[in-house]
């Protein structure tokens, strides 16, 4: 008699890996998980347990509220049943407005649920995908931030060398609605709006020359993150910190990043001495990243300190800016729709390695390559997966790794503003006002109408 179910190996059992398995395994495939730590081999320096579903920092799942993109991710997992966010609601602990979860008891619990199955437990490190491509029908690799090295070379020689990346240099994004366009102006550097024919594509922050000397004495006196001995080798000119720029001169930044130059004020037809860049971040038009902005200083440091740019005096900030080891590849550039390697669609990318940033997050993804697999195997058609492109936080997140720039693709946490803004109809069915409040309240309000229409039709 052949095999009924189709054999998936899941290699790593961190967040996305562990939540994989347990869908998996619960949509009837046989599961496989590779996980080195389950004999306490560490492939890394984060890990410290032999347990599944290790939170490796900060033991919070950030904001429970629905006006709060996090707090609709998690809300919506619920809707999804997932093991891990059942688990954390079960394990959680005081934390006012964030869900904080007993990490031992969560991490615990999580292995038990994953012992609990017929999941086959590989207590070893994957080094090299094809070796055991043809022993599955499927292999999903979730080896996470921190993915061992010989498993790194071996994504490599499928999806090319210049597509797997080892460290963020997260530039700060910011709302492009919270941006002072009275003192901001657009324009592409050497070609103003009239030559090009356009508003020009960036938003322009204008420095005087006091303004640029003293916005690099506040960059050179920020407080920094320190640096690991590890990650020293993470810098080179391409990447390099704005605030290390600021201390090798104090003209380095105006001839790099902050340079004025070729950038014409329509309304002065002057040339700025210095300029901060801004550059769409999302499909709508209302994330801008800084250009050039990748930084270690600390976040209240890169609030206090970028808010006195002219025109950011009351600025958002969707991220801040980080510079740290993260091994992710190029979503854009080497996923399929379905979170298939395009070199090869019997690979997945499950969880932080994909291009998504975070625990949740992380979580999020796995879900939805579950449901991919499902799609595959099993020719259920999922609407959670198609039809609500962007409308959710789930396929907001697809929709970003699979749609973004991959010139300039960086890994992405859930935010509002890579959602589908609101219709006009659903701007009155969900919301009356204007206030950014009710627009990200309603944002919630309409995925949760979705998800729940659907749940309460299949169920
Ligand atoms: C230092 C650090 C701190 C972070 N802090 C936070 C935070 O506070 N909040 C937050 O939201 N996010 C944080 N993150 C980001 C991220 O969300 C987490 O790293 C998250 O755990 C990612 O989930 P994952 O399942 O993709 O990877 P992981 O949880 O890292 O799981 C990957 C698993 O794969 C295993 N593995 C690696 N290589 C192999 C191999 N070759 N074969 C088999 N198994 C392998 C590893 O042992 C590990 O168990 C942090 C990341 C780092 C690196």
Redesign the pocket.
Known sequence: MGRLMPRICV????????ELSWQLFKAGFEVSL????FSNV???K??STNKC??????N???SKQLHNAAGLLKQELRLCDSLLIRLADKNSLPAGSSLAVSREDFSRDATEAILSTKIKIIK????DIKSVLDDYDLIVI???????K??SDSIKKIIGEEDLYFYDAIAPIIRADSIDMDICFRASRYSNSQQAGSEGDYINSPLSKKEYYDFVELLKSGDKIPLNEGDKGIFFNACMPVEVMAEQGSDSLRHGPMRGDGLIDERTMKVPFAAVQFRQDSFFGDLYNMVGFQTRLTYPEQKRIFRTLPGLKNVEFERLGSM???TYINAPRVLNNDMSLKKNNRVFM????SGV??????IAQ?ILVAGFIIERFLDKKNPLLNSFAGKTAITALSNYIVNADPSNFQPM?INFGIFTPLSEEEKRKFCSSKKKFDRRLAMSKRSIDLMSKYFHKNN
């Open positions: 290699v790593g059992a961190g967040l996305a890996g562990t590779y996980e080195p730590r560490f492939v890394d984060v890990h579903a290790e939170l490796v920092c900060s919070s799942l950030r070893e490190e994957l080094k979730a080896s996470g931030p921190n993915t061992s010989s498993l740290h080891r993260n499950a969880g932080q390695i940033e975070g625990y949740i997050e992380s796995s946490k």
